[in-house]
């Protein structure tokens, strides 16, 4: 088993920025592919951004393209996720994902059609206008 705990959120103003981070126990973490997704309220969670075994490659949704980075430490177990020019669409709880297939994989994943191996209990970002 692999425990993920998310942390880092919290309310920012639209143009700001956060880090989050989300900290793996249990199992060996750099097997996994790492990615990050978010739940708005009375939305479907969706896929937000991807980064492979090794952190060479890393894929994004179009909406957050350009404005937030992820990048993963295997020695300390932790993913980030940079997320810049913050905009109130952002808003939405952040999920911490981790499965055994490919990063590239992981950003077609629809989240109702598919069994993730890992899920952390997620972080709300809030972000007002």
């Known amino acids: 088993q692999m425990q993920l705990v998310e942390s880092g959120g919290g309310l920012v103003q639209a143009g700001g920025s956060l880090r989050l981070s989300c900290t793996a126990s249990?199992?060996?973490?750099?097997?996994?592919?790492l990615g990050w997704f978010r739940q708005a309220p009375g939305k479907e969670r969706e896929f937000v951004a991807s980064?492979?075994?090794?952190?060479?490659?890393?894929y994004y949704a179009d909406s957050v393209k350009g404005r937030f980075t992820i990048s993963r430490d295997n020695g300390k177990n932790t993913v980030y996720l940079q997320m810049n020019r913050l905009k109130p669409e952002d808003t939405a709880v952040y999920y911490c994902?981790?499965?055994?297939?490919?990063?590239?994989?992981?950003?077609?994943?629809?989240?109702?059609?598919?069994?993730?191996?890992?899920w952390g209990k997620g972080t709300l970002v809030t972000v007002s206008s």
């Open positions: 249990g199992r060996t973490f750099s097997s996994y592919v």
């Open positions: 980064i492979s075994w090794g952190g060479e490659g890393t």
């Open positions: 994902a981790a499965d055994g297939t490919t990063a590239q994989a992981m950003a077609a994943i629809k989240v109702e059609d598919y069994v993730m191996d890992y």
